[in-house]
C-alpha cells in the first residue's frame, strides 16, 4: 500500500462551496409538502424554516471553534473520539457511512429522479421487514451515484473544480427561480391566509418537534466543510467563511424559497408532494415552463451528490488511518491522491439505500441521527474548553455557552419527538447506533488490541 497521504488544496471557496452544496439541495427542494400536510399553516411553514436556520446556525459557530482545534478530516469521528473515546468516534463513523452519507446521497438522486418525473412505481421484491424497489426512478437514481462514484476517484482537486461549477449552476437555478416567480409568476399573495387540513394527529407542539426533523435534515450539510479539513489551506479564515458565512447564505434562500413556494400554491396543492419545486414551477409559469426549470432542478441536484461523494470518504479514511475502521478504508491511490476505496463502499451503500426505504422513512432515518451526533458534539465542547491551550473562535466566544447550550437542548427536544412522532425510521436510527456498537466490540476493538501488541 501507497504511504500517501492527503493535501492541504481546498480554499476558503470551495470549502464554501462544499457546504452550499451539501445544504442546498434535496431537503429544499422537497420537504416543505411534507410540512403542509402535518403544520397545516402557512406562518408555521414559514416559522419552522427560521427555526431551523437558526438551530443550524448555532451548530456551525460551535463546529468552526471544534474546526479549528482539530484540523483533521473526519469531523465528528474526530471530535467524540478525542472527547468520550475511541468507541464513540467507531460509532458515530459507522452512523455516517449509512445515514450521514450514504442515505442523503440516496435521497439526493431520487429527488433527481422525482423532478424528471420519472415513476418510483414498478417491480417490488417484498423480503419480509425489507422491500426491494425497481422501477425508472430508483434506476436512474442508481446510475448518478455510480458516475459520480467514479468521478470521486479523481480526488479533491479534479472534483473540487466541478464542484464549485455546479454550485454556481445550482445558485443560479435558485436565483431565477426566485426573480423569474416574483417577477412574472401567476403567484397570488391569498395563499399565506389558506390553511390545509392537517394529515397528521399530534399535538402542533410535537408535531413541530417532529417537523424539525425534515427541516434540519434540509440544513444538514452546514458542517461539511470540516469533514475535509485535512485538505483545507488556512483553517483559521476558511471555517469561519465556509461554515458560518455558508450557513447564513442557505438560510436566506431557504426562506426566500418557501415564500414563493406558497406565493405559487396554496399548502392544499403542496400536500404530500416531494417534487416541491415542479409544483411550484407549473402554477407559476405553466406546465411548458415549469419542464425547464424541473430540468435545471434536477442538474442543479448533482451539486449535492457530488459534495457528498467526496466528503463521506474522508470519515472513513480518517477512522481506518487511526484503526478504526476497516484497514482497507484508508488505502490513498497513488496518482489521484483520493480514498478510492472510502468512495467504492460509499456508492455501494448508496445504491443499496436507494432500492429499500420510502422516501419520507429516509429523510427522518437521515435527520435523526445526523442531529443526535452533531449535538454529542457540540456537548463535547464544553469538555474541550477546559483543555489548557485551547483556541477560542471570537464569533462564539462572545454569545458563549447561549449558542452551543440551544444547539443541544433544540436537537434533543427533536429526537424526543421523533422517537413518538416518527417511531419505524427512528427506531432504525437507533439500530443502526447499536450496530456499530456491535461491531466496534465484537471487531474493531479486537483489531486495535491486535495492532498493539
Known sequence: MCA??????????????IVVSNMMGTGIFTTTGFLAGDLGSPLLVLSIWLVGGIIAL???????????NFPRSGGEYVYLSEAWGPAWGFIDGWVSFFAGFAAPIAAAALAISAYLGLSATGFALDAGLLTFHLAPAQLTACAIVIAFTVLNFLGAVVVGRIQNTLTAMKLAVVAGFLLMGFIMGGGDTLHFTQHAERTS?????????????????????????VYVAEEVRDPDRSFPIALAVGTILVAVLYFALNVLFLYGASLEQLKGVVAVGA????ALFGADTA???????????????NAMCLVGPRVYYAMAKNRAFFPIAARIHPRWKSPWV????????SVLLIIIPTFRGLIVYIGFTLYL?????VVALFKFRRRPGWKRFAWLDRTYPSVPILYVLMSAWILVFSIKGAPLPSGFALLTVLGGALV????????????NE
Not at 291 to 305: D, E, K
Not at 440 to 451: E, H, K
Open 201 to 225: 394527529n399530534l399535538p402542533l407542539f410535537e408535531q413541530f418537534a417532529v417537523s424539525l426533523v425534515f427541516v434540519l435534515f434540509a440544513y444538514s450539510g452546514w458542517n461539511a466543510a
Open 373 to 377: 451526533f452533531t449535538a454529542l458534539s
Open 279 to 282: 409544483e411550484v414551477a407549473e
Open 291 to 305: 419542464r425547464w426549470f424541473s430540468l435545471a432542478m434536477a442538474l442543479s441536484l448533482l451539486a449535492t451528490v
Open 342 to 349: 472510502s468512495v467504492l463502499m460509499q456508492g455501494c451503500a
Open 4 to 17: 500517501s497521504s492527503l493535501v492541504r488544496r481546498i480554499g476558503p471557496v470551495t470549502a464554501t462551496a
Open 440 to 451: 466496534y466490540r465484537l471487531y474493531i476493538s479486537r483489531q486495535g488490541s491486535r495492532g
Open 58 to 68: 448555532a451548530g456551525a459557530l460551535s463546529y468552526v471553534e471544534l474546526a479549528l
